[in-house]
């Protein structure tokens, strides 16, 4: 299979070196708190908290804020958290997804417009990126679980549509509504997964040769990573080996 993009492997080990920062444990806790108000308090009952806690616990999330996270929510002390998702180009004209929790929609509007204008990119309406992009599930194993034969097996037989094995693990992908399900079904064959949440999938990626480039586009989605209100951000990039090893 396709080797999983560099971009993806450079987020997966910055999500473990910044597991430490205060800031990404409040984006899991207010995920997981959203994924309560939602639904269930009870992550057996409610599979998008379930995938909440999952991915906290596997970005190292004390327990003690996951808890605080659902008592939160089941006090109904919660702010009332908008999602919104907002596409745009940046430099070099790469598609860019981002997503975001707010309580104040006219604030999170204005910042993530400005981070694109300073970055020489633009903002566009919903639906002017995301169609390059597929919707999906995206359960991770590291290479402990198995060979790629193994883990393939295991995937198709758990209703998953694709698998990407490279050195940081195997991949596995699934339509968006059937990740809680999939993702349990491996569970039993692979045992845990180390992560398992929906992304959006480029379809066609832009492959990124100048470093420039790559560089002007990274300092745009540190901003728009650093703001409180933005959960996700993704792009239809990849970037070759020489430009990522220089980043």
């Known amino acids: 299979m396709a080797g999983h993009s560099k971009w993806a492997n450079i987020q997966h080990r910055k999500g473990r070196q ?20 939602m639904g269930d308090p009870d992550p057996d009952k ?36 908008e999602e919104i998702r907002y596409e745009g180009y940046g430099p070099n004209g790469i598609a860019l997804v981002v997503e975001a929790m707010t309580d104040n929609r006219n604030r999170t509007a204005s910042n993530v417009r400005s981070y694109f204008t300073k970055a020489g990119g633009d903002l566009g309406q919903t639906g002017s990126v995301s169609f ?17 034969d193994a883990v393939m097996e295991a995937a198709i037989e758990a209703g998953a549509d694709d698998v990407e094995t490279d050195e940081e693990g195997h991949w596995i992908y699934c339509a968006d509504t059937a990740l809680n399900e999939v993702s349990t079904a491996l569970e039993t064959t692979l045992g845990e997964s180390q992560t398992a949440k929906l992304i959006w999938k480029p379809q066609s990626p832009t492959e990124i040769t100048d470093l420039e480039t790559a560089q002007k586009l990274m300092k745009l989605i540190d901003a728009l990573e650093d703001d409180d209100d933005v959960q996700n951000v993704t792009g239809n990039f990849d970037l070759t080996e020489a430009v990522a090893a220089q980043l």
């Open 132 to 148: 390059m992009f597929d919707r999906v599930g995206e359960i991770m194993y590291p290479l402990s679980a198995g060979d790629s």
């Open 46 to 81: 409610n599979p998008r908290l379930r995938l909440a806690v999952k991915e906290a616990k596997s970005n190292s999330c004390p327990k003690d804020v996951i808890d605080r996270a659902i008592k939160k929510a089941s006090g109904g002390d919660a702010e009332n958290y």
């Open 18 to 37: 910044d597991a430490a920062r205060s800031k990404l444990f409040s984006k899991l806790a207010k995920e997981i708190t959203v994924a309560a108000k």
